[in-house]
């Protein structure tokens, strides 16, 4: 609003940049245009001040679809005053020459005046739109249709009345139908939801159908190797028993082989011992056949003295000796004895003459 300073009678009114100032004294244009300073006498002075600022108008109004479906509509105009002489004779916007305010309330008349508009052209258009289709396609159509009918009402025009622009915020049905119709949209997106969810449950049991069939095989293979294994471990402990029956028969044939070649040695040697043997005891028996009997009682009484037991006291009495030769005597000496005689090796016997 303008600024109003007051000097005894006078009176000065400083206007702003964004508003037009008209001063009339006694019928004629004193004062026009807009940022203007003047003095003035409030008793003559009739003054009006028109706002040139883009104005909001929010806007907020329910219609009726074509279904008779209750529908709001939550909107937005800005407009300006495009001629402020035209709008000054149509509206009253004169102050107070004392306080600078205004005597009425013109923009909310004005404001009236293009909500009504607005609101007239948005009813026209949803009486003839189903509210499907004015929920998709509300928005843009309402926006268009106020637009346009306000640009083109001949009473704003004349008023003096620029529209700049309009803006729909939002098409919206009451809340129940609203609810009713996200309710199909709900079960549909719920439904595919729970479409995705089985889809993905039967992936889920496919894949472990598959594991399981990737586990069994696996097992299958295991075993199948484990049989390759233990046929490999039966055959190779096959070929270490018969390799090792087979070295140990080579073993038990060495060891016979060379208990038979020791068993010949010993034979041979033994048979040649026994010929030795034999070929000196005909000897010493020829030797001993020229002998006398004194010479041979010594030897026999030697060798019998050499396989005795070993005596540690022998004790001899005279009847012992007189029974030894008695018997000594009884049996005729020695040539029984001697003619007795152990035989030779080599098939043939000799005795001892007892002549000799």
Not at 27 to 44: E, M
Not at 176 to 204: G, I, N
Not at 235 to 248: C, F, G, I, M, V
Not at 346 to 356: H, I, T
């Amino acid at each position: 609003m303008a600024d109003i300073s007051k000097v005894l009678f006078l009176r000065h009114l400083r206007g702003t940049p964004t508003a037009h100032i008209r001063h009339l004294r006694g019928g004629r244009v004193v004062h026009d245009g807009i940022g203007l300073t003047f003095w003035y006498r409030p008793r003559t002075a009739v003054i009006s001040e028109i706002p040139l600022d883009d104005r909001e108008l929010p806007l907020l109004f329910h219609a009726r679809t074509r279904d008779f479906q209750d529908i709001a509509v939550q909107a937005t105009v800005t407009f300006r005053i495009a001629d402020p002489a035209v709008a000054s004779n149509r509206l009253d916007f004169g102050v107070d020459p004392e306080k600078g305010t205004w005597r009425t309330s013109p923009l909310d008349q004005l404001a009236g005046l293009i909500t009504e508009t607005a609101q007239q052209h948005a009813f026209d258009l949803l009486a003839q739109t189903a509210l499907t289709d004015a929920l998709v396609s509300g928005v843009p159509a309402v926006r268009a249709r106020i637009h346009e009918g306000l640009v083109g009402d001949q009473r704003l025009a004349e008023t003096g009345i620029a529209v700049v622009g309009v803006r729909v915020v939002a098409v919206r049905p009451e809340a129940d139908m609203e609810k009713a119709l996200r309710t199909p949209v709900r079960e549909q997106v719920q439904t595919e939801a729970d479409r995705a969810t089985y889809s993905r449950r039967v992936v889920s049991v496919e894949q472990e159908r598959r594991i399981a069939e990737n586990e069994m095989q696996n097992q299958i293979e295991l075993a199948r190797r484990e049989e390759q294994l233990v046929t490999q471990r039966g055959a190779n402990d096959r070929l270490r028993a018969s390799q090792k029956a087979a070295a140990e028969r080579i073993a038990v044939q060495a060891q016979a082989e060379g208990t038979r070649v020791s068993a010949s040695a010993r034979a041979e040697a033994t048979r040649l011992i026994g010929a030795a043997e034999g070929e000196a005891e005909t000897a010493r028996v020829a030797a001993l056949r020229d002998l006398d009997r004194s010479a041979v009682i010594a030897l026999a009484v030697r060798d019998l003295a050499g396989n005795l037991p070993e005596i540690n006291t022998l004790a001899i009495t005279p009847d012992l000796v007189t029974t030894l030769l008695a018997r000594l005597a009884g049996t005729g000496g020695l040539a029984p004895a001697l003619s007795r005689a152990p035989a030779v090796p080599g098939g043939r016997s000799e005795s001892v003459d007892e002549g000799s």
